[in-house]
């Protein structure tokens, strides 16, 4: 079965930084898009950002010019390096994967999120 693990979270101090790290297994499908979201207590989650496989990135305006998402497509991995951190950072990010996957003329989506690594900024 698809599992994603999530790895890198912890407590820093704003202006710090940390990385995340997602990595893919059991993937039976064509993976259009890896991406990170966030929920923070008594709020919606959120995207963070997001790369399809041919490279194309997008970004929350509140995380542009300091988060960079990356990606492994050989390892299936999703990479956040969350640079010049604030405590408004502080939330559950969570892993995302989507793609599809055709028999014959038949095609059928798949979504899946993994468990969720919790980042606390500290002021």
């Known amino acids: 079965q698809v599992q994603l693990v999530e790895s890198g979270g912890g407590l820093v101090q704003a202006g710090g930084s940390l990385r995340l790290a997602c990595a893919a297994s059991?993937?039976?499908?064509?993976?259009?898009?890896m991406g990170w979201y966030r929920q923070a207590p008594g709020k919606q989650r959120d995207l963070v950002a997001r790369?399809?496989?041919?490279?194309?990135?997008n970004y929350a305006d509140s995380v542009k010019g300091r988060f960079t998402i990356s990606r492994d497509n050989a390892k299936n991995t999703v990479y956040l390096q969350m640079n010049s951190l604030k405590p408004e950072d502080t939330a559950v990010y969570y892993c995302n994967v989507d793609g599809v996957r055709f028999t014959g003329a038949t095609m059928r989506s798949y979504d899946y999120w993994g468990q969720g690594t919790q980042v606390t900024v500290t002021s």
């Open positions: 790369i399809t496989t041919g490279g194309s990135t």
């Open positions: 059991g993937i039976i499908f064509s993976i259009n898009a």
